[in-house]
């Protein structure tokens, strides 16, 4: 999704940053991977908690669901370790227990973070939809998939700055299970940021989103559209920032309609003089999210209960009937 001068499907795009895979295409410039710059804290118990669904405001099923099984993102191989902060820690929790459900005219989707065991399975898709995009050469495709899991890796230790989403999906009746159908990036904040970013560049400190692809054969059935919906839901929940910004390169005219129409507005745009770079040119968007106005259940419940103790040692009648009023009003507004 994001910008790149690289085209990857109708509606994405690859991030500039793998440009640098067309110069690093030689033996003689690979390099190592450094576990030191894949930092996670070397904790293996967290508290275990349910999955909460994020669905869209139109679906009209449940918004919760039991999990087949309980996974932690601490509870990977370490990567060297620093010490998470208490807000990591929640910030973790809401990355391992966020599900974005849709169902498809054909089919369901459901997004939620990239796995380790999923990486080499998402490595491969971002591979060949680089490959596509700039007609490589199918003798560049190992040296090409290294690159892109070295950066997926470095990416990774980044969270919960930043995450690899995945979407898997499954046909109605179909007998082929489940299978991945794209793939989107999000940063959250300055050090979610990635240190080399494309142009226009957009505020660092602001959620990102970027390298966005659709698998070729489930192209045009609106996953990229889910990918971002999933990936502007998640944010509402990670950031308290409601400004949201993409890349879309200019020639891509299918991708860009659908910023349009999701609500990204252009607020920049490359120089001409970017072709010099041997770059495509692109604009950068920018979309406000809404403020969320949803009173939850529990949150309903944590209210009235603390209302219901304040009435109950409130003897005061005048006390007592302004806190009734409070409590009505509370009811009327979730309703």
């Known amino acids: 999704m994001a ?13 500039p940053q793998y440009q640098r895979f067309r110069t690093e295409l030689k033996p003689t410039k690979v390099q190592s991977f450094n576990s030191s710059r894949n930092p996670l804290l070397p904790l293996r118990k967290l508290h ?11 679906s009209s099923s449940t918004n919760c669901i039991a999990p087949t099984h309980y996974f932690s993102f ?23 227990s966020f599900v974005y459900l849709q169902q498809l005219e054909s089919g369901s989707l459901w997004v939620r973070v990239m796995r380790t065991e999923e990486m080499d399975l998402t490595v491969g898709l971002l591979a060949l939809s680089f490959a596509e995009s700039v007609f490589m050469s199918l ?5 090409l998939r290294f690159f892109v899991k070295q950066y997926l890796m470095e990416r990774r230790a980044s969270m919960p700055h930043a995450v690899t989403l995945v979407g898997f999906y499954r046909e109605d009746g179909g ?24 142009t226009p560049t957009a505020p660092k400190n602001s959620p990102y989103i970027c390298n966005m692809t659709v698998t070729k054969e489930l192209r045009r059935r609106g996953i990229g559209w889910h990918l ?27 991708p860009f309609n659908m910023y349009i129409k999701a609500g990204y507005n252009v607020v920049q745009t490359d120089s001409i003089f970017i072709l010099l770079t041997l770059q495509r040119r692109k604009h950068l968007m ?20 603390l209302l219901v103790r304040k009435l109950h040692f409130s003897t005061h009648p005048k006390r007592h009937a302004l806190g009734l009023l409070h409590l009505h009003r509370k009811s009327v507004a979730v309703l």
């Open 139 to 143: 003798q560049y495709e190992a040296l």
């Open 48 to 58: 275990r908690h349910g999955f909460k669904c994020c669905l869209p405001s139109s």
């Open 74 to 96: 601490l509870d990977e191989p370490l990567r060297g370790s620093r010490v998470l902060t208490n807000e990591e820690l929640e910030k973790f929790k809401t990355l391992e």
């Open 228 to 254: 971002l919906k999933a990936s502007e839901e998640l944010i509402s929940r990670m950031t308290s920032s409601k400004e949201v910004y993409l890349h879309c390169r200019m020639i891509d005219e299918a």
């Open 3 to 15: 910008a790149a001068a690289l085209k990857l499907s109708p509606c994405s795009d690859l991030q």
């Open 175 to 198: 007998k082929r299970g489940e299978q991945l159908a794209g793939t989107v990036e999000v940063c959250f904040d300055k050090r979610g940021a990635n240190a080399s970013p494309p």
């Open 286 to 305: 920018c979309k406000k999210l809404p403020v969320s106005t949803s009173f939850s259940e529990s949150d309903m419940l944590e209210s009235v209960l």
